[in-house]
């Protein structure tokens, strides 16, 4: 396994722009995160997956996110209409729990870098 | 979430060992300490957790204070690929699935 991969690297879009994210996380991985992470600053937390279900929310997640992980396996992050403030690196990490049990060491990929002119 | 403290950055020079510290003075009883380290330019990645004893991989020591109010990262003799932002993270080990809460970690500079 080449670990979590995400896809693209970098993105570049039009303020109002639609853009589209996706995740690979490592196969026998059960749970799958996004977080965001802006200059300077420690990634924060966006949304959780175990599964295909997603289980948590930030609320920094607004009304024009939302992310899928139709199978169970990749996951999408879907921005709308997005702004400058929108900017920022989007991680996406994988780890595998048993259950409701604590899970191992979470695996990040390299991010995808969106630019919002 | 329980809260950690670290100095905003630290240098060093190669070759050297390096303690980064961290303290969680409100740490409870079933918080295990994690640290993850975040290279230019990539994604987190982890370094090594413990709850009470302390720890060595391959990558690194942990030294976790008697009474769990600090912890400390030891990187036994750093090199120029140690250069990261480098988190120390509380998490639940009763919590399941838990989402990791990064502060701003500390930035190691080594220099040659």
């Known amino acids: 396994d080449t670990g979590v991969s995400q896809d693209p690297r970098h993105k570049i879009t039009k303020r109002g722009q639609n853009v589209t994210f996706r995740c690979d996380p490592i196969?026998?991985?059960?749970?799958l995160y996004w977080y965001r992470q802006t200059l300077g600053q420690g990634p924060e937390f966006l949304t959780y997956f175990q599964n295909e279900a997603q289980l948590e929310k930030s609320r920094l997640l607004s009304d024009r996110f939302s992310a899928e992980r139709p199978k169970g396996s990749f996951s999408t992050l879907e921005i709308q209409r997005t702004e400058q403030g929108d900017s920022a690196m989007y991680l996406c990490a994988s780890s595998f729990g048993p259950g409701q049990g604590a899970d191992t060491e979470a695996f990040f990929g390299q991010g995808t870098r969106l630019t919002v002119v | 979430d329980a809260k950690t403290t670290q100095p905003n950055s630290m240098e060093s020079n190669e070759e050297e060992p390096v303690h980064l510290p961290c303290n969680h003075s409100t740490i409870s009883g079933t918080d295990y300490i994690h640290w993850y380290r975040q290279l230019p330019s990539q994604g987190p990645e982890y370094v090594i957790h413990?709850?009470?004893s302390n720890v060595n991989n391959r990558m690194a020591s942990l030294a976790i204070a008697e009474d769990r109010k600090s912890s400390t990262l030891i990187l036994h003799r750093a090199t120029l690929r140690d250069a990261a932002v480098y988190y120390c993270?509380?998490?639940?080990?009763?919590?399941?699935?838990?989402?990791?809460?990064f502060g701003q970690g500390t930035r190691l500079t080594i220099n040659p």
């Open positions: 413990g709850l009470t």
């Open positions: 196969s026998e991985h059960n749970r």
């Open positions: 993270i509380l998490r639940d080990v009763f919590q399941g699935a838990q989402k990791l809460v």
